[in-house]
């Protein structure tokens, strides 16, 4: 079995910085998402702009990058999609290798797949209430990720990831099948597996934080705690606070990496696909103070932050490691 990329990385620079959000990101730069595909097609209708995202997220500090892979729903025989696949970690890729030929400071940058619940691609953004696992049937979500995962590792040759990203995963249960699905591919015995980090969408209950499905904290982390294709666990895609406690519960039961990437604050409407900003963080860097003496591992942002977010998280980073003993 190889050493994680991830240890190894950590190792030399003890806390890492994942990047922000793409979809909401391009939207700010003008593009329109109005598909259920999300930002998914940018990979074909607009790669520069995707590209330029990547970049400006290596730019401004990001150990990990995450490719436009998100939304994508690949069907047996859908040659279009794999195509579109193989086209997000070809872009991604050349960015990296564009970053590390033009810098001289020899960093190096990761790169993640994106991989979405199976929620995220269903009507009502339901990868915030995950209801769906009681009505859709464990194979068909089996077979959901099983497809996205065996092409990106079997089939994009040099433009495989280093990192495979389950982010937004409302339930424990999701994330027992997800493991199920990768220990048949027998990843700890590969020369070349990635490494795997499951990252929860979570909710707040009467001063209780959950999945946003209604698991609690602990028995996510026993589930990490458990597996041995699991290297990190963590919390996206929820508000700071929420992310907060989660990571609160979470440190003293694992010695598994945490990740943790909050939006930035703003409350979405899965059914009118609008944002609200009454509860929006006005500095990140305060957020990435917090989580980081939490005891995360990782940290970044998701949806509506940008490049100067993940900048200030890169800076708390750095200060926060200059001033421990």
């Known amino acids: 079995m190889k050493q994680s990329k991830l240890s190894v990385l950590l190792n030399k620079n003890v806390k890492l910085v994942l990047d922000g959000a793409m979809a909401t990101e391009l939207q700010s730069r003008g593009h329109s998402l109005d598909t259920k595909l999300w930002s998914f097609p940018m990979v074909h209708d607009h790669p520069n702009s995707v590209r330029d995202v990547h970049m400006d997220y290596m730019n401004v500090g990001s150990d990990i990058i995450t490719a436009c892979t998100y939304q994508s729903d690949l069907k047996p025989e859908d040659k279009q999609t794999e195509q579109m696949m193989f086209d997000a970690m070809k872009i991604i890729h050349l960015a990296k290798q564009q970053y590390c030929t033009n810098q001289s400071n020899g960093r190096e940058v990761l790169i993640a797949a994106s991989m979405s619940s199976f929620g995220a691609n269903m009507d009502g953004a339901q990868e915030y ?19 996205k995962i065996r092409y990106l590792l079997e089939k994009c040759g040099d433009y495989a990831p280093d990192i495979l990203l389950f982010e937004t995963i409302p339930s424990l249960k999701e994330a027992q099948i997800i493991q199920d699905v990768l220990s048949k591919l027998d990843l700890i015995n590969k020369t070349k597996q990635p490494d795997v980090l499951i990252s929860f969408s979570c909710k707040e209950e009467q001063g209780i934080v959950t999945t946003c499905y209604g698991d609690k904290i602990e028995e996510c982390i026993a589930f990490a705690n458990a597996s041995q294709i699991v290297q990190g666990v963590g919390v996206n895609c929820s508000t700071p606070d929420h992310t907060l406690q989660a990571l609160r519960i979470a440190r003293p039961l694992t010695t598994k990496l945490l990740v943790s990437y909050p939006n930035n604050g703003d409350v979405y409407d899965g059914i009118n696909k609008t944002w609200s900003h009454q509860n929006s963080v006005m500095s990140f860097g305060d957020v990435a103070s917090s989580l980081f003496d939490a005891g995360a591992d990782i940290v970044g942002g998701c949806c509506r932050t940008c490049p100067n977010d993940i900048n200030q998280i890169y800076n708390t980073r750095n200060r926060f490691l200059n001033e421990k003993p």
């Open 129 to 147: 209430d995950g209801r769906y696992v009681d009505e859709v049937d464990d194979e068909t979500i089996s077979s959901f990720h099983g497809r």
